[in-house]
């Protein structure tokens, strides 16, 4: 059984991933957003942007989802 401290930390650790992939998914928004808004010019530098943002939830998500899916770990169980 694990100790309350690492249960604690699991759970602030995917609280922060959660955070993370909003963050990205604001990211892709405030991006199409700024490019909508400039008239469509400038479509680099707000494209980039998106391409970040998603790399960025794309990423934490997987992670988020990976430390969910060891939600109950065969360790946690004996």
Do not use: C, Q
């Amino acid at each position: 059984m694990p100790s309350d401290s690492t249960v604690v930390l699991r759970s602030i650790r995917r609280w922060v991933l959660a955070a993370v992939v909003l963050l990205g998914v604001g990211l892709m928004v405030l991006a199409d957003t700024g490019y909508i808004l400039s008239g469509y010019v400038d479509g680099a530098i707000f494209g980039a942007a998106g391409v970040i943002g998603g790399v960025v939830a794309l990423g934490s998500g997987l992670k988020l989802l990976g430390s969910l899916a060891n939600l109950f770990d065969v360790d946690d169980l004996e």
